[in-house]
């Protein structure tokens, strides 16, 4: 268990690994863009993100194999 002020974490269902890295994609201008993180404390529900990513970043939860880089997004 572990806890922390001012903590960024993401859902554990909207990473994946590309390579060595752990990855998310985020929503920009309305496209997912593949965005490399660098994660920190982990469950198995969330993960603490200590580079790249910003707090209010939209992040795809649970991507399938058909989302990718410049793939359109809807958003609710």
């Known amino acids: 268990m572990w806890e922390g002020d001012s903590v960024l974490t993401v859902p554990a269902s909207a990473l994946f690994r590309s390579g060595q890295w752990w990855s998310v ?3 920009e201008r309305g496209r997912a863009q593949q965005r490399d993180i660098r994660l920190g404390h982990r469950t198995s529900a969330a993960a603490e993100v200590l580079e790249g990513l910003r707090a209010g970043e939209l992040v795809v939860l649970s991507p399938s194999d058909r989302i990718g880089t ?3 997004i809807t958003t609710p």
């Open 25 to 27: 994609f985020v929503v």
């Open 70 to 72: 410049g793939v359109r």
